[in-house]
């Protein structure tokens, strides 16, 4: 099953699912902690009735710069509590990081002062209204024996009903939850085409990083790597000049192993910024290449029509390295494999393991360091990881053409 990302996702579960999860909670807390923003409503909004006998219209003219106020920290409030539907990156996603990069007042302030005011004079009402009766006529149901007018009939008749009520209740108050959040996101958040330039920008630092990042690899490649293999020649011509059993033999002979592992170790370290046979023959050898060096057993299934675009092979790549060094680090799998399709909208890649299972995005950063190297070219991932596993991690990555 998929990650469930937010509460209408939540309500396309089974029943069971979705009752014994924290989402009906969720969208409880979220409908009652509108009583925040009615209690900050009282002040701007009453003060003005308690003035106008002895101002008049300047009562107005008095309560707008605190009712202006008011409603700004309402929308900020709004922003935050989005976090109980919408939690994790839903909510606080490429949206805010863009809002966040575009700074400045600008239209997005009059957004929050609008969107504040109407949820401090109106929107808080209804969630507390509907959190009432939603949950105030089970409850009144349940306690029916308790009051003193309850007939015998009542006594388990109410109860009986309140019971049946109680889970169907949190249907409509998770749908006007998950309603409300959406729509407050909608008018919070950005715009698209502000999304659009972000994403650009983004692109092209991702870009950048990639020129950079070839020089670094061609300069250790031809520079360091080539005098590091220099130096162990000489080493070992050295070592055959002295008598075998001397102490300047031994020496040299230590040296030249300590010049051994440290070209491994700048050949892994070029590997891991970009292997050369990804850039020479493709993902699926490049895959091979990277499943034979792993601690754990690799099953390898790539059938692709030709390469796609170099910035989706990379991405590819990326993203079955990330994930092949989270099943070694995390996972006490036995065996892992990576299966890699092109389907009509692009390239899709599926990573499983038979590990504990468990997985957690927020929990570190290798999954969130994947999500956002597959947000620059707009690609998805999804994760099934019950506890006990099996875990899957499947990337979709869009990909017009194979060449």
Not at 170 to 188: D, I, K, S
Not at 219 to 224: Q, V
Not at 230 to 237: D, E, I, M, N, W
Request: with cysteine; charged share 20%; net charge neutral.
């Amino acid at each position: 099953m998929i990650a469930v990302r937010n509460t209408l996702e939540a309500l396309a579960q089974r029943p069971s699912a979705f009752l014994g999860s924290a989402w009906p909670w969720r969208s409880l807390g979220f409908l009652l902690s509108g009583a925040v923003v009615g209690a900050t409503a009282v002040g701007p909004v009453a003060l003005p009735v308690l003035l106008w006998d002895g101002l008049g219209p300047g009562a107005v003219a008095l309560v707008l710069p605190p009712l202006a106020l008011a409603g700004w920290a309402a929308a900020r409030y709004e922003r935050w509590r989005l976090r109980l539907v919408l939690p994790g990156r839903e909510a606080a996603g490429r949206r805010r990081r863009a809002r966040e990069l575009l700074g400045g007042p600008g239209s997005g302030a009059w957004r929050d002062l609008g969107y504040g005011l109407v949820s401090l004079l109106l929107l808080w009402w209804i969630d507390l209204g509907l959190a009432a009766v939603g949950l105030g006529t089970p409850l009144f149901l349940l306690a029916a024996p308790f009051q003193p007018t309850a007939n015998p009939a009542a006594s388990w008749l109410g109860p009986l009903a309140g019971l049946v009520l109680l889970p169907v209740a949190a249907y409509p108050l998770a749908a006007w939850a998950g309603v409300r959040a959406m729509t407050a996101r909608a008018v919070l958040e950005p715009s698209e085409d502000e999304l659009t330039r972000v994403v650009a920008s983004r692109a092209r630092l991702v870009d950048a990083y990639e020129v950079e990042r070839r020089r670094i690899e061609r300069d250790l490649h031809d520079g360091a790597q080539q005098r590091l293999v220099s130096l162990s020649v000489k080493l070992g011509l050295a070592g055959l000049d002295l008598p075998e059993d001397s102490a300047g033999a031994r020496q040299v002979r230590e040296a030249r192993e300590e010049v051994q592992v440290a070209l491994r170790e700048l050949r892994e370290l070029i590997h891991g910024i970009h292997p050369q046979v990804l850039t020479d023959r493709g993902l699926e050898p490049a895959v091979r290449d990277l499943a034979g060096r792993s601690a754990v057993p690799v099953d390898v299934d790539i059938a692709l029509p030709g390469r796609p675009p170099a910035p989706v092979e990379a991405a590819a790549y990326f993203v079955v390295c990330e994930a092949l060094a989270n099943v070694v680090r995390h996972s006490g799998a036995r065996r892992a494999a990576v299966r890699g399709r092109a389907a009509a909208d692009g390239l899709v890649l599926e990573i499983r393991d038979d590990g504990a299972g468990g997985a957690d995005p927020a929990a570190g950063t290798g999954l969130l360091g994947i999500t956002d190297r597959l947000a620059v070219i707009e690609g998805t991932l999804s994760l099934r990881s019950p506890a006990g596993g099996p875990t899957v991690l499947r990337v979709e990555i869009p990909c017009r053409h194979f060449g």
